[in-house]
């Protein structure tokens, strides 16, 4: 079995886990909420990672933030496996008028997840053509959405 190892950076701060044993995710808390704009915020988690060799880390937005006006503003953040500091979320606030109040009721609260993937090694190769397939070129909306 694999090690994540994991950094906390406040006192008394939850130890990101998952909520159920099979669980994918670990839970990342707010634990500082600074704002950018009225519309965006970056959240502290108070984590640090250093995943096991050959492994990155990504973090992706708990399926709960959607029951709120915020959303993860790059999606899916990936957290390169040589960097050690914290982990950072930002969130775009789709409400009403200001979003700080909003975003200060967020500190505490489980916002968003790590999930542990494999890093593969690859070369690029740059060519002149692509193999063909059934597909082809077809992109937005091409197999009939």
Request: net charge negative; proline share 6%; glycine share 12%.
């Amino acid at each position: 079995m694999s090690t994540l190892r994991l950094q906390l950076h406040y006192p008394d701060m939850p130890v990101p886990q998952r909520a159920h044993p099979k669980d994918v995710g670990l839970d990342l808390t707010a634990m500082v909420v600074e704002p950018h704009n009225e519309r965006l915020f970056f959240i502290d988690t108070g984590v640090s990672v250093e995943p096991p060799e050959g492994y990155y880390v990504e973090v992706v937005a708990r399926s709960s933030l959607s029951k709120t006006d915020f959303i993860l503003a790059n999606s899916v953040g990936i957290i390169d496996p040589d960097y050690r500091g914290r982990i950072r979320l930002a969130l775009r606030y789709l409400g009403g008028e200001s979003g700080a109040d909003a975003a200060a009721e967020l500190i505490g609260r489980r916002v968003a997840q790590l999930i542990l993937r494999r890093r593969e090694e690859v070369t690029v190769e740059v060519v002149s053509e692509l193999g063909v397939t059934v597909r082809g070129v077809g992109g937005f909306g091409s197999s009939g959405g």
